[in-house]
C-alpha cells in the first residue's frame, strides 16, 4: 500500500501541474487565456483516452505491469515539459500526460481490490486518495518556494524522474496479480476472456449498472463544475472577499477533502459502499447553507470545510467499482469514474452561459439539485458489502 501510495503522490503533482503552473507555462509560450484553458482539456481528453484504453491492457496483460509503464510513461512526459515551445507541442504533450495519469486510478484501484480484504478496502482507498491531496499541498509549497527565490519553474518538472525511477522498484515490492489468487476469487477463475474487457462491460447483465455508474460519476464531475469551479469567482465578485481571504477559504475546503477521504473510508467498510452516498445529500445542503445563509465569513470558510470533507465520499467509489464485477474486468470497470470527465469538458461552457443569464448563487445552486440526483442514483445500485459479513456476489455474466 505504501508503494501506491508513493506513486499516487508524483501522479497527483503531475497532473495538477497543468493547474498550478498554467500562468507560468502561458508566459513562456506566449498563450491567450483560451489557449492556457485548453491545456486542461487537452490533459482531460488524454486522461480519458488513458483510462479506457489502458484500464483494459492491464486487465488482459497485467496490472503490475501496466502500472510501471504508466509511471514511466507520465514521468517521461512531466520531463517533457521542459522542452516544449509552440501551443501545438504543450497541447501534445499535456494530452499524453492527461493519457498516462488518467491511467492510474482503474490500475491503482485494480490492484489494491485484489491485495485487500473487502473489510479495509474502503480506508486502503482513503489513504491512497489522501496522498493525492498531500501532493497538491507539497507542490503548492514547492512552487511558492521557487518563486520566492525567483528559480526556474521548470525544475517542478524535472520531479518526473521520481516516478521512472519508482517504476523499476514495482516487481520488488507490488505482486504479479497474473500470478495472485486475488479476495473473492477461486484458483482457475482468473483466465482471459474473448473479446474487450468494456465490451464485456455491456453485456446484457451489465448494461444498466454501467450506464448508472457512468451518469453517477458524469453528474459528479459536473456538480463539481458548478460549483467548486465558480467558488473563487463567487468569493470575489458576490462576497466581496479579497485574494488572500480567498486563498484561506479555499484551503479550508482542501483540509476537508483531505481530512474527509479517511472517515469515509471507514464508513463505506463499516456500513457498507451505498452508506457514503448520504455524503452527497449532505453536501448538498451545505451548498445552499454557503449560498444563502447570512453567516460569517469564519463560518462560511466551516462550511467550505465540511463541503470538502462531504464531497470525498467518492473515496468508496474506487472498491465499489471493482467488486461490481468480476475479477478480469476490475481495472476496466475502475476506468468508469473517468467516463465521466466527458462531461467536464462542456460543463464549464454550460455553467458559465448560465451565470451570464441567472448570476452566480442560481448556477452554483445546480450543483445542489445534481448533487442529490447522483446520490439518488447511487441509492439505486447494488451493495457489494455488508457489515454483516456477507459480502454479496458480482455479477459474473460477462464472464462467459
Not at 506513486?7 to 498554467?22: C, H
Amino acid at each position: 500500500m505504501a508503494f501506491l501510495a508513493i506513486a499516487y503522490i508524483f501522479y497527483s503533482w503531475s497532473w495538477n501541474t497543468v493547474d498550478v503552473l498554467r500562468p507560468y507555462i502561458a508566459a513562456d509560450l506566449g498563450l491567450s487565456l483560451t489557449e492556457a484553458g485548453s491545456l486542461y482539456s487537452a490533459q482531460a481528453l488524454g486522461a480519458l483516452c488513458g483510462a479506457i484504453i489502458n484500464g483494459q491492457i492491464a486487465d488482459r496483460l497485467g496490472r503490475r505491469n501496466a502500472l510501471m509503464a504508466v509511471m514511466i510513461g507520465f514521468g517521461t512526459m512531466l520531463i517533457a515539459g521542459t522542452l516544449v515551445t509552440s501551443y501545438l507541442q504543450v497541447l501534445g504533450q499535456r494530452f499524453m500526460l492527461g493519457y498516462f495519469t488518467g491511467s492510474m486510478y482503474p490500475i491503482t484501484v485494480g490492484i489494491y481490490a485484489g491485495l485487500f480484504g473487502p473489510a479495509v478496502r474502503g480506508r486502503v482507498a482513503s489513504v491512497i486518495m489522501g496522498s493525492s491531496y498531500l501532493a497538491v499541498s507539497l507542490l503548492g509549497i514547492a512552487s511558492a518556494a521557487v518563486f520566492s527565490r525567483n528559480g526556474d519553474w521548470h525544475v517542478l518538472l524535472w520531479v518526473g524522474m521520481a516516478p521512472i525511477a519508482l517504476a523499476f522498484l514495482a516487481p520488488f515490492v507490488v505482486p504479479d496479480d497474473r500470478k495472485l489468487i486475488a479476495f473473492g476469487s477461486v484458483e482457475g477463475s482468473l483466465g482471459l476472456t474473448k473479446g474487450l474487457p468494456i465490451k464485456q462491460l455491456f453485456a446484457p447483465g451489465l448494461r444498466r449498472q454501467t450506464i448508472m455508474l457512468t451518469l453517477v460519476s458524469g453528474l459528479n464531475f459536473f456538480a463539481y463544475q458548478a460549483f467548486s469551479g465558480w467558488a473563487t469567482t463567487y468569493l470575489r465578485s458576490v462576497r466581496g472577499f479579497n485574494d488572500s481571504a480567498i486563498g484561506v477559504s479555499v484551503s479550508w475546503m482542501f483540509a476537508g477533502s483531505l481530512l474527509g477521504g479517511f472517515f469515509w473510508g471507514w464508513i463505506g467498510d463499516r456500513f457498507g459502499r451505498r452508506a457514503a452516498a448520504s455524503g452527497f445529500f449532505v453536501t448538498a445542503l451545505l451548498i445552499l447553507i454557503y449560498l444563502y445563509a447570512p453567516i460569517s465569513p469564519v463560518v462560511l470558510n466551516l462550511v467550505a470545510f465540511g463541503y470538502g470533507a462531504c464531497l470525498a465520499c467518492s473515496v468508496v467509489w474506487g472498491p465499489w467499482l471493482a467488486e461490481l464485477y468480476p475479477q478480469h474486468l476490475k481495472s476496466t470497470a475502475a476506468s468508469i469514474f473517468n467516463w465521466g470527465r466527458i462531461v467536464s469538458f462542456v460543463a464549464p461552457l454550460i455553467t458559465g452561459q448560465m451565470a451570464e443569464l441567472f448570476g452566480l448563487p442560481a448556477t452554483m445552486t445546480v450543483a445542489s439539485v445534481v448533487f442529490s440526483i447522483a446520490a439518488l442514483i447511487w441509492l439505486r445500485l447494488p451493495e457489494t458489502y455488508r457489515p454483516d459479513g456477507l459480502t454479496p456476489k458480482p455479477s459474473t455474466s460477462a464472464s462467459q
